[in-house]
């Protein structure tokens, strides 16, 4: 395993390479480093200037990826950590806190979204996902920011798409912060071709945004509809005495001033007084923010930009900060409105449906496929052919085939998801997580149902035997 060349493919050329480069060429930019889980969170960590120092020390555990323009050290606390000094972009990295999570789930999560990981590393409590881009995006003040929030976009809807297929995917982490670094234990996969570019994961992030109706757009009046003042709400009254708020964090505390903040404007406080209740608010974290920052955040919040408190703040405040109680308390969860159950509706929605089949696929899969009618499939679930029929032709993920002719015929349920797992069973080969093959095998997908297919006439005829041979050549290729 060449770390070096991990390095260099992360950070783009945003650092120097050696400590000779430093002194030959000084328009590189600076990484933070940390040598413990504790030293990230309070920034007490250090600044990197070169690949060579990444790599020669052990003791680093956590380093910025994306590189800023300047960082420094005072005091132990690391200086210029945020995102308007950042220099350039160079990776989206996802957080999977889930010990039961695998590094093929992630590969199949990727292979089901379309957007496959460079670099899985593991953690404590799962993986750090990353995301390369094949070239830096850089970060200019001159265009207002621009790119930095298309980056934090796409880096949320990647986020959002992969917590759809897999538990434990942290939403509201810095998308830019600190994370794990690449050493010889961490690494379980690796592919430097699998990288991205920045204007296809805009229009892949644009077209996500538009299918599920923007649901946590960046920059949205996405104000709770209420009557009521929300400094009256339990979130409110949850998040104002929270002592343990930190820096580091997507959701820390200037996020959470400024969302307290907007609170008490839209609940009809002065802003004098909002300022004195901020303040007092700051004094009680452990660390606090200057004067001058809680000032401009509360006179942002009283600009009549908005009309109060962003309920997908509010909710990643209270994921990150609150305890469990506070979450469950009335006053919070009164803004949801909860379906009724399954047994108490008519009727189903069509991706709830569509949910059961998968299921069903999942628990009932034989060498990757369901072999049964779709009428028995009909009977299972208690409701109309035709219903299922609409929900499969319909859905992205489950396929349903045809296999034989005349009274022979057999129809079989599967799922791509269901063949990769299938063939990762019986495939005992360190390969099964290079990428090459999970793109071989959405490009071959009619060889790999025949291989299946044959596989079960073996039971039945040994006149098939030179054929099933053929077609276990053909896998072999795949793979």
């Not at 990444?54 to 910025?64: A, K, Y």
């Not at 959002?160 to 939403?171: F, Q, R």
């Not at 600190?178 to 430097?192: A, D, I, L, M, S």
């Not at 490009?443 to 079960?456: H, M, R």
């Amino acid at each position: 395993m060449n770390l070096f060349n991990i390095y260099k493919t992360i950070l783009k050329d945003g650092i120097a390479e050696s400590r000779s480069d430093v002194i030959d060429f000084n328009n590189y930019g600076k990484v933070a480093a940390a040598n413990s889980k504790e030293q990230m969170i309070f920034n007490k960590g250090y600044t990197v200037g070169t690949i060579e120092t990444l790599v020669s020390n052990r003791e680093i555990t956590h380093f910025t990826p994306n590189i800023f323009k300047f960082l420094s050290r005072k005091s132990g606390v690391v200086r210029g950590h945020e995102e308007r000094n950042l220099k350039q972009i160079n990776t989206l990295v996802l957080d999977i806190d889930h010990s039961e999570v695998t590094p093929q789930d992630i590969l199949i999560a990727g292979l089901n979204i379309g957007i496959m990981p460079t670099l899985i590393l593991s953690t404590d409590c799962g993986y750090h996902v990353y995301f390369v881009l094949d070239a830096p995006v850089y970060v200019s003040a001159k265009s207002g920011f621009k790119s930095l929030q298309v980056a934090k976009k796409i880096s949320q809807n990647i986020r959002i798409a992969y917590s759809k297929e897999l538990d434990g995917v942290d939403l509201t982490c810095n998308h830019f912060g600190y994370f794990r670094c690449p050493n010889k234990n961490n690494v379980v996969y690796f592919n430097e071709e699998e990288q991205h570019n920045f204007k296809t994961l805009m229009n892949w992030s644009m077209k996500k945004s538009d299918d599920e109706h923007s649901e946590l757009r960046l920059i949205i009046d996405n104000t709770l509809n209420t009557r009521n003042k929300q400094i009256e709400e339990g979130w409110y009254r949850a998040l104002i005495v929270q002592s343990s708020i930190y820096a580091g964090h997507g959701y820390g505390r200037n996020n959470t001033v400024f969302t307290l903040s907007l609170a008490n404007y839209q609940s009809g406080v002065t802003q004098e007084r909002c300022l004195e209740k901020m303040d007092e608010f700051n004094t009680n974290l452990e660390y606090p923010l200057n004067n001058n920052d809680i000032e401009r955040i509360v006179s942002s919040a009283y600009s009549g930009k908005y009309n109060g408190a962003n309920k997908a703040y509010i909710d990643a405040l209270m994921e990150s900060w609150a305890t469990q109680s506070d979450r469950t308390t009335k006053g919070f969860i009164r803004y949801y409105k909860h379906k009724k159950a399954r047994k108490d509706r008519k009727y189903s929605h069509k991706s709830e449906r569509e949910a059961d089949i998968l299921e069903f696929i999942k628990e009932n899969e034989r060498n990757g496929v369901v072999k049964m009618t779709v009428t028995a499939l009909a009977d299972h679930f208690e409701v109309s052919k035709s219903t299922i029929t609409r929900v499969i032709k319909q859905s992205k993920i489950i396929q349903m085939k045809k296999i034989g002719v005349g009274r022979y015929a057999e129809t079989i349920f599967y799922t791509i998801q269901s063949l990769v797992q299938h063939v990762q069973k019986h495939k005992k080969i360190q390969g099964i997580l290079k990428n090459d093959f999970t793109e071989s095998l959405v490009k071959n997908e009619k060889k790999v149902l025949g291989v299946l297919e044959a596989f079960e006439r073996i039971e039945r005829d040994e006149a098939y035997m030179k054929r099933i041979r053929t077609y276990r050549d053909q896998l072999e290729f795949l793979l």
